[in-house]
């Protein structure tokens, strides 16, 4: 079983629709990061989360950790074309540096 | 601010010879992580190393993988005697000090062909 569980695997929205993928640890975290990637490219940094409670935004991209730092979500507000690929969320459990990545979550927008 | 530099960016070996991969952390980054990315799974985690050191490689396959971050110049990820469960996509990340409490840039990625 996987140690960090995204869902969906995948989601195909319209265009203007809003969308949540959610991040579930079995384990608390000391951190949550949440990251995109284009088929065949790097994953570029969106939002890390450490604290309970906390929520963190960038233009329509908003994350959210709860307060017992075991699930995270992300929403898109208003999707574009722009905000297709993978979305991963990878955690931090020991401080230690490692991250341990969730199976993703393929978001399509459709025009 | 240049972000994290991967070369080679594509990277074709045939079975048995050795493949190198570089990586050259962020400006300020002290903090080095190779993660892999294979096929139908997910990324992985490989390495983690700061300037001459190895902190933590316990996702390094025991043998044939190597990797190294010297005092001068990138971090270097070594693969002897490659075979064809080696092709995968192998990623370099870089962080300011523990991923705990900062942010960790990934670089675009060396993508590996073992023919």
């Known amino acids: 079983s996987q140690e960090l569980e995204q869902s969906p695997q995948s989601l195909i929205v319209q265009e203007g629709k809003n969308l949540t993928i959610n991040c579930t640890s079995s384990?608390?975290?000391?951190?949550l990061y949440w990251y995109k990637q284009k088929y065949g490219e790097g994953l570029i940094f969106l939002m890390m989360?450490?604290?309970?409670?906390e929520e963190k935004s960038h233009e329509k991209i908003t994350a959210k950790l709860d307060e017992k730092k075991q699930q995270s979500s992300l929403h898109i507000t208003a999707s574009q074309p722009s905000h297709a690929g993978i979305y991963l969320c990878?955690?931090?459990?020991?401080?230690?540096?490692?991250?341990?990545f969730g199976q993703g979550t393929e978001l399509s927008v459709k025009p | 601010n240049a972000g994290v530099m991967q070369n080679p960016r594509h990277l074709v070996r045939r079975r048995g010879q050795e493949a190198r991969l570089r990586c050259s952390p962020m400006?300020?980054?002290?903090?080095v992580y190779w993660y892999r990315q294979l096929p139908e799974e997910g990324l992985k985690f490989m390495v983690y190393?700061?300037?001459?050191?190895?902190?933590?490689e316990s996702g390094m396959p025991k043998e044939r993988f190597s990797a190294e971050f010297p005092k001068e110049g990138p971090s270097i990820l070594r693969i002897q005697q490659v075979v064809r469960g080696d092709s995968a996509a192998y990623f370099c990340?870089?962080?300011?000090?523990?991923?705990?409490?900062?942010?960790?840039?990934f670089g675009p990625g060396t993508r590996l062909t073992v023919t």
């Open positions: 990340a870089s962080s300011r000090r523990l991923a705990g409490g900062d942010e960790q840039y």
């Open positions: 384990k608390t975290l000391y951190g």
């Open positions: 400006k300020g980054h002290s903090h």
């Open positions: 989360l450490q604290k309970g409670g």
């Open positions: 990878g955690a931090d459990r020991s401080q230690g540096g490692k991250l341990i």
């Open positions: 190393l700061q300037k001459e050191n190895i902190i933590d």
